[in-house]
């Protein structure tokens, strides 16, 4: 084989690891269960169930009172996902 035949088949060969190794971390990430997540006004953290997508959403402050209430609106409906999992905002 020559230099660059091996040169091209290392770097298929590091994608590869590469590509598996962040499907096993998301794997693994779904099965542990819920997570947490950090409001950064208030610094209280929320219980994001498990199985559930959590969504960031970031707005300036003019608008903080409103997206509150649509926030809160929009959790309170437990809205899922084609795949079954909830939306959490």
């Not at 998301?26 to 209280?44: F, K, M, Y």
């Amino acid at each position: 084989m020559n230099r660059t035949r091996v040169i091209f088949f290392g770097i298929l060969a590091v994608t590869a690891c590469v590509i598996l190794s962040v499907v096993v971390f998301q794997l693994i990430d779904r099965g542990l269960g819920g997570e947490t997540a950090v409001s950064p006004q208030t610094n209280q953290e929320i219980e994001v169930p498990a199985g559930s997508v959590l969504v960031t959403l970031a707005s300036s402050n003019t608008k903080e009172s409103w997206l509150n209430q649509v926030v809160e609106k929009f959790n309170a409906e437990q809205v899922e996902t084609t795949g079954g999992s909830t939306i959490v905002v």
